[in-house]
């Protein structure tokens, strides 16, 4: 999905509330020069979000 | 749509709520240079609509 | 009107509600080169405006 | 009064809310270079407001 | 008092709510190379305010 | 502690609300090149906390 | 965990509540050139908050 700032996270969508909230396993954050940073399983804040996308 | 920072997404609206979160389908986001990147069905947060157009 | 970001939208108003989301008729994206850029109805989203003149 | 984003607006007070939205008579956008753009009568959203003076 | 953007407003306090909007009387914005702003009577929106010192 | 924009700012915790919003004692805004400002007390609004620490 | 304007902080987790606001032990923040600054105990406002990871 993508999030504010221009960043992307990719990941499994384990669970979401009303706000948005994700919480993603696997995760990994996208970065321009194709080098993934892995993260584990992330708690997102929903106000972050721009969109999401499978 | 236009949404914050600048940037234009497209796609078949099948959904909304009252925060102006949105479903698209075959969403596009619209870069620049004429080139789209493809999203596929997308949910987008309201608070990143600047506005919404045919 | 005058929206965040520098941004200026002119259009009919056809309606609005109590967060100042706005629907226009036959909306234009000024541009400052003078090239206005059409945007047909639009929904624009209240908490990007900054003023509405006529 | 003083705007976010730097911008100074100046006009006759008719009616406000609240929230700080103001209904300004005459109002001008002042530019940092002298020369003033005449508004009319605008509809100013209170969360651009930083301050107000006379 | 310090407010968002680096500015610097210096006042009398007359008045505050719970939102720390405040009325300030003989304010004056001032400037980093020492010349101040006089703005008289100012009503400051409190979500500008970083921190309010003597 | 930590406030928005990169800025540190010191002193004795004297009280705070639910809002995060902070009054502190004997202040001071810490300057990178080393120089403290000293601000006295200090009312802090809390939305502009990124963290507390000793 | 990723905040708000690039940065990066690490701790154990010691509580949190509804607002994502949290409460670390022996936090740092990661700075890019890899020299951490600790921090102690601290409390970090949930609203700079862009995502928790282990």
Redesign the interface.
């Known amino acids: 999905m993508r999030?504010?700032?221009?960043r992307e996270?990719r990941g499994e969508l384990q669970g979401y509330d009303l706000h948005?909230?994700l919480v993603l396993d696997n995760?990994e954050e996208m970065v321009s020069d194709g080098e993934n940073i892995p993260?584990?399983?992330?708690?997102?804040?929903?106000?972050?979000?721009?969109?999401?996308?499978?």
Request: aromatic share 4%; charged share 10%; net charge positive.
């Open positions: 999030i504010r700032g221009g996270i948005m909230n995760a993260l584990g399983t992330v708690v997102l804040r929903g106000d972050n979000v721009v969109y999401i996308s499978p």
